[in-house]
Every structure is written in structure tokens, then in C-alpha cells.
């Protein structure tokens, strides 16, 4: 994993935060990705003493009614956390889209009562999403992430667009790659007939088509092997299509799956395939990893900071249904190239993506970042 210091300038004597709350669309249980990892980093935060809060700042799916309440109640904690935990550190987890637009709400909250709070940054396409929206977004969105304590990108090409598109200070960026709990050592499922999963939603983006035709392809239908696709999205959509290609007796399609089952999914897995179009990082890659899987996935976001090509995982080329099939069919049908790829891919896992290694990093940062004097002020 990859925490680069962060400083602000100057060296101050650092503090140990009392508490910190995080913002997250859909709260833990239904935000997806950053759900997944805010809901391991209060999880693990037990056992270090400091406090972890969760706050939702959308509800289950967004919603004209129900979304602004939302929104409103978690400025209405923050303004109580600013009264009765004053030195409560605000993280705020942000993506594009409508949660861009709730946190250029939120954020001014935050300047205005003098909250120290973080944004984190996640998304597959940052860049894109800000290059849509009228120039005056534009100048707000820069100012908000200007005026953070600290913004956390998930790789290099995030924080190259804090720094160069959205004018943020090198200082005051951090990257942060995401992490996952260990799962434990991972049995090698010798002269079983191998089983790939996929985790995510189902979706053109995560590149759901292109894998239905990877393994409806003549090299993958001369081979033995069974396929998971576990995820939410237009799933019956994606089952005809499968029932289409004569799929239907090798691939299963669940629908989403909690924390617990998609562990005991990688479990009894062989491989893992994510074949995305654009990424930020995914937490499906870094599951496969920590369970030992031969992961196959694209090149995008900051997967090549993660995954070392033929030595912790395979790539394969976004689209390109031919080269994902030839990449399955390899670690089907040669056993030792799997195992080899699990081998060395949990031993990466340990060495660079362990929560515990990542929660350090993390302490850290809210040391620094709660250090700086904060002031009731409208604007900085």
C-alpha cells in the first residue's frame, strides 16, 4: 500500500484525534465499494481506540423526498459533533455525480462552522465527470477540494487530477490505496473443476458483456469450469443474455452479496475477473488478492499500482473479449499458472494491503490533519 506523507508546510506537534465521523452515500450496508471500506475501517478501528462514526448522506438509493432529508440530518450531526466533540475529525468520502453535489453542500457546512474535515476521493473517472459541468461547478468543485484540510486519492492519476485540474496544493494530497481485511490463508482446490467469480455490479462499465462472450468462446467451451457473477444491476437482463449464449448450466447470477457471503464465495474460488472499463481501485481486485485468487482485470485506474502483469495477476486489454477468454482458458486448463498467481498475489497482499498497515497510515494522517487550528470562520 501506498500512504505518502502529508504535510501542511510546516511541523506541528501532533495530536491523537478524539473521534472521527465519515460521510458516506448509502451508509456501509448500501454504498457500494466506499460502504465496503468505511464499514472495515470502523470495524478494524475497534481494536486501536479510536472512535469511528458512520453517517449517511443519501439513504439506500437517492431519492427526491427522502435524499435532501438525508442530507440535512448529516449537517445537522455535524453541527452537534461541533459543539459537543469539537475536535471530531470530518472524513468525507466523495464521488462524482449526484454525490458531488451533496458534498459541495456539505463541505460548505463544514468551512462555515469551522469543522477539520478530509475529502476522499473515489471515483472511475473524476476527470470526466468535472470536464461536464458548467464553469461555475467548476469553480465551486475547486474550491471545495482547495479549502479540505487533506484530500485522499486512490492512486498516481487521481491525485495528477487534484493537483492539475482542480488546483489543489501537492501538500495537502495523500494516496491512499485501498484495503481489505485478511481473510486467512487460502487452500489451493487441487482436481476440483476451477471456479471464476465476479464481484461488482453488474453493468457495461465493470465489462459484464464482454465476459459473458469470454466464456461463451469456443477456446472456454472445450475446458471444465464454473462461473459466479455476484453483483446488483439489471441482472435478469444479463441472465438472458447468458441463457442466449448457452451459458446458463455453467454461470450462476445471485444478485448482490454481503461482505460475509462474498467471502465465503472467494472461499471454495479459483480465480477472480473484474474486465472494467474504468476503475478508481477496485475493492473486488483487492479481495481477490488477500483470498489468494488468480486475478484477471483491466489496466485502468490504479490497478497498474496494485497488480504486476504475469507475476500477482494478469491484464488484459478493456473491450477485448478474445484476450480475456485466452487469459481464462490459460489459468483453467494450467493449474501450476494459477497457483503460482495465488501464491504470489496473497504474499503481495500481506506485504502492501493489510488493514492493519493501512489503519496505521490512516491514524497518522488524522494525527496531522487534526494538529491544524481550526477556526469558526465562513470561508479559508
Same mark, same amino acid.
Given at each position: 500500500?501506498?500512504?505518502?506523507?502529508?504535510?501542511?508546510?510546516?511541523?506541528?506537534?501532533?495530536?491523537?484525534?478524539?473521534?472521527?465521523?465519515?460521510?458516506?452515500?448509502?451508509?456501509?450496508?448500501?454504498?457500494?465499494?466506499?460502504?465496503?471500506?468505511?464499514?472495515?475501517?470502523?470495524?478494524?478501528?475497534?481494536?486501536?481506540?479510536?472512535?469511528?462514526?458512520?453517517?449517511?448522506?443519501?439513504?439506500?438509493?437517492?431519492?427526491?423526498?427522502?435524499?435532501?432529508?438525508?442530507?440535512?440530518?448529516?449537517?445537522?450531526?455535524?453541527?452537534?459533533?461541533?459543539?459537543?466533540?469539537?475536535?471530531?475529525?470530518?472524513?468525507?468520502?466523495?464521488?462524482?455525480?449526484?454525490?458531488?453535489?451533496?458534498?459541495?453542500?456539505?463541505?460548505?457546512?463544514?468551512?462555515?462552522?469551522?469543522?477539520?474535515?478530509?475529502?476522499?476521493?473515489? #471515483?472511475?473517472?473524476?476527470?470526466?465527470?468535472?470536464?461536464?459541468?458548467?464553469?461555475?461547478?467548476?469553480?465551486?468543485?475547486?474550491?471545495?477540494?482547495?479549502?479540505?484540510?487533506?484530500?485522499?486519492?486512490?492512486?498516481?492519476? #487521481?491525485?495528477?487530477?487534484?493537483?492539475?485540474?482542480?488546483?489543489?496544493?501537492?501538500?495537502?494530497?495523500?494516496?491512499?490505496?485501498?484495503?481489505?481485511?485478511?481473510?486467512?490463508?487460502?487452500?489451493?482446490?487441487?482436481?476440483?473443476?476451477?471456479?471464476?467469480?465476479?464481484?461488482?455490479?453488474?453493468?457495461?462499465?465493470?465489462?459484464?458483456?464482454?465476459?459473458?462472450?469470454?466464456?461463451?468462446?469456443?477456446?472456454?467451451?472445450?475446458?471444465?469450469?464454473?462461473?459466479?457473477?455476484?453483483?446488483?444491476?439489471?441482472?435478469?437482463?444479463?441472465?438472458?443474455?447468458?441463457?442466449?449464449?448457452?451459458?446458463?448450466? /455453467?454461470?450462476?447470477?445471485?444478485?448482490? /452479496?454481503?461482505?460475509?457471503?462474498?467471502?465465503?464465495?472467494?472461499?471454495?474460488? #479459483?480465480?477472480?475477473?473484474?474486465?472494467?472499463?474504468?476503475?478508481?481501485?477496485?475493492?473486488?481486485?483487492?479481495?481477490?488478492?488477500?483470498?489468494?485468487?488468480?486475478?484477471?482485470?483491466?489496466?485502468?485506474?490504479?490497478?497498474?499500482?496494485?497488480?504486476?502483469?504475469?507475476?500477482?495477476?494478469?491484464?488484459?486489454?478493456?473491450?477485448?473479449?478474445?484476450?480475456?477468454?485466452?487469459?481464462?482458458?490459460?489459468?483453467?486448463?494450467?493449474?501450476?499458472?494459477?497457483?503460482?498467481?495465488?501464491?504470489?498475489?496473497?504474499?503481495?497482499?500481506?506485504?502492501?494491503?493489510?488493514?492493519?498497515?493501512?489503519?496505521?497510515?490512516?491514524?497518522?494522517?488524522?494525527?496531522?490533519?487534526?494538529?491544524?487550528?481550526?477556526?469558526?470562520?465562513?470561508?479559508?
Amino acid at each position: 500500500m501506498l500512504m505518502e506523507a502529508f504535510t501542511d508546510g510546516r511541523r506541528m506537534a501532533a495530536r491523537s484525534a478524539a473521534s472521527v465521523r465519515h460521510y458516506v452515500p448509502g451508509g456501509c450496508e448500501n454504498g457500494g465499494g466506499i460502504g465496503r471500506l468505511v464499514g472495515y475501517i470502523t470495524e478494524t478501528a475497534k481494536e486501536t481506540g479510536t472512535k469511528h462514526f458512520v453517517t449517511d448522506t443519501r439513504g439506500v438509493c437517492w431519492s427526491k423526498l427522502t435524499s435532501p432529508l438525508r442530507l440535512l440530518g448529516a449537517i445537522l450531526t455535524m453541527a452537534r459533533d461541533r459543539i459537543v466533540a469539537p475536535d471530531r475529525i470530518h472524513h468525507i468520502h466523495i464521488a462524482g455525480r449526484g454525490s458531488t453535489s451533496r458534498k459541495l453542500i456539505l463541505t460548505a457546512a463544514a468551512r462555515l462552522m469551522g469543522c477539520c474535515h478530509i475529502l476522499h476521493l473515489h #471515483d472511475y473517472d473524476y476527470a470526466g465527470d468535472f470536464a461536464q459541468r458548467s464553469p461555475r461547478q467548476q469553480r465551486l468543485i475547486r474550491r471545495m477540494f482547495q479549502n479540505a484540510d487533506c484530500v485522499v486519492a486512490l492512486g498516481q492519476r #487521481d491525485r495528477a487530477t487534484l493537483t492539475t485540474l482542480l488546483g489543489v496544493d501537492e501538500r495537502r494530497t495523500v494516496v491512499a490505496h485501498n484495503c481489505v481485511p485478511d481473510p486467512g490463508a487460502h487452500d489451493i482446490r487441487g482436481g476440483q473443476t476451477p471456479l471464476i467469480v465476479f464481484l461488482g455490479r453488474l453493468s457495461e462499465r465493470k465489462g459484464v458483456t464482454e465476459l459473458l462472450s469470454a466464456l461463451s468462446h469456443p477456446v472456454m467451451k472445450e475446458l471444465q469450469w464454473r462461473a459466479v457473477l455476484a453483483g446488483d444491476g439489471p441482472v435478469e437482463d444479463y441472465r438472458r443474455q447468458a441463457e442466449a449464449m448457452a451459458l446458463s448450466g /455453467l454461470v450462476e447470477m445471485p444478485g448482490w /452479496l454481503d461482505a460475509a457471503e462474498a467471502r465465503a464465495l472467494c472461499a471454495r474460488a #479459483d480465480i477472480l475477473v473484474l474486465p472494467s472499463h474504468a476503475e478508481g481501485l477496485a475493492m473486488a481486485v483487492l479481495e481477490g488478492l488477500s483470498h489468494g485468487l488468480a486475478v484477471v482485470t483491466t489496466r485502468v485506474g490504479a490497478h497498474d499500482e496494485v497488480i504486476t502483469d504475469g507475476e500477482t495477476g494478469i491484464f488484459v486489454p478493456v473491450g477485448d473479449q478474445d484476450a480475456l477468454a485466452a487469459a481464462l482458458a490459460k489459468l483453467v486448463s494450467d493449474p501450476e499458472i494459477c497457483i503460482r498467481l495465488s501464491v504470489q498475489g496473497r504474499a503481495h497482499y500481506l506485504n502492501h494491503f493489510s488493514m492493519r498497515a493501512y489503519m496505521r497510515s490512516l491514524e497518522s494522517l488524522y494525527e496531522t490533519v487534526s494538529a491544524k487550528p481550526q477556526a469558526m470562520v465562513g470561508a479559508r
